[in-house]
């Protein structure tokens, strides 16, 4: 098991911003835990997904409006 950096970016409109470190096996699952964290803060919306940017940078996503961005690395290498 890894630990992952995931850093919250702009959420909710730029009212949300943070650090969590979260443990998972692979890039994936730091992937959905990054969205289960993104669902805490915006219950409202449905249908989440992440849109690659590159260096592992990714525009959250619900229901087609982008709602954040948040930055997914491994902790070792952050």
């Not at 730029?14 to 692979?26: F, P, T």
């Not at 959905?32 to 249908?47: F, H, I, M």
Request: charged share 30%.
């Amino acid at each position: 098991m890894n630990e992952w950096l995931i850093e919250l970016k702009n959420i909710a409109g730029g009212k949300i911003s943070g650090k969590i470190i979260v443990a998972a096996l692979d890039l994936q699952e730091a992937k959905q835990k990054a969205l289960q964290e993104c669902r805490k803060y915006l219950p409202e919306r449905r249908n989440f997904y992440l849109e690659a940017k590159g260096n592992g940078v990714y525009t959250i996503v619900s229901d087609l409006e982008d709602v954040g961005e948040i930055v997914i690395r491994r902790h070792d290498q952050a």
